[in-house]
């Protein structure tokens, strides 16, 4: 069986999206090895242990960060295949895996595409749970009613999402925070809520995966192709 090698340090999105290929690799017998943003090692490690990540620390250089390091650190790891799972680089798309396949896919569609993963994948993520922590995390919210969770935040972007008089009259309403050091704590929230909120970004991603059936709004924040494929349900709004 091979070493497999993952560059896509970060973001927390983007790994959630390539979790399922990487779960893909193992079953095969394959060990796989994903060097990541140090700060996400912790509950990554813990969420997805049939992968090994290797904690990257932040770098003056954003190239050595995304692309030198971990790739210095897959060959320590004697790797047998490497793959890129950028869709774009700044500054140096000679590092893409296939520059020839990013007109034609969406983000999240390029990654499965060029691992040779069937894009279908994506919806079979699976996490490992923290039960206790999860609701300890509910209980901390003290919601005593149906009610509303809201992810306002994402990279460079904060959804200014005015929530409908009639929402706060029937229902209590959540701000997903920061709490908690980990996204996964928030899963038994999410799954509990009435109605879903989120903007294009981790928590949106993470919904979408473990295809939650609640009724969903996402706000929209980048154009086509960094829109991944959202299909359970969701109700789209414009950027806010």
């Keep these: 069986m091979a070493k497999i090698g993952f560059i896509q340090s970060r973001g927390l999105g983007d790994i959630i999206i390539a979790l399922p290929i990487a779960a893909a690799f193992a079953r095969r017998g394959h060990t796989v090895?994903?060097?990541?943003?140090a700060q996400f090692v912790p509950f990554l490690q813990y969420a997805a242990p049939a992968v090994r990540f290797i904690p990257i620390a932040?770098?003056?250089?954003?190239?050595?960060?995304y692309l030198t390091v971990p790739q210095e650190e897959l060959r320590r790891h004697e790797c047998d295949e490497t793959y890129v799972l950028y869709s774009a680089v700044q500054g140096d798309d000679a590092m893409l895996q296939r520059k020839d396949l990013t007109g034609y896919f969406k983000f999240d569609e390029y990654k499965y595409a060029v691992t040779g993963v069937p894009f279908t994948e994506k919806w079979t993520l699976k996490i490992e749970r923290d039960a206790q922590r999860e609701r300890r995390l509910f209980e901390s919210l003290r919601v005593r009613r149906k009610f509303v969770c809201i992810h306002r935040t994402a990279t460079g972007a904060q959804a200014g999402f005015r929530i409908p008089e009639q929402w706060q009259r029937d229902y209590d309403i959540v701000e997903i925070d920061e709490r908690s050091d980990s996204p996964f704590d928030w899963i038994h929230t999410l799954e509990r809520a009435a109605i879903l909120v989120c903007i294009d970004s981790c928590f949106a991603n993470l919904v979408e995966q473990l295809n939650l059936p609640n009724e969903k709004h996402l706000i929209l924040r980048t154009p086509n192709p960094f829109t991944p494929v959202f299909k359970n349900g969701w109700r789209f709004l414009p950027p806010a």
């Design 33 to 37: 090895y994903w060097p990541v943003d």
């Design 58 to 65: 932040e770098q003056p250089d954003p190239l050595r960060f």
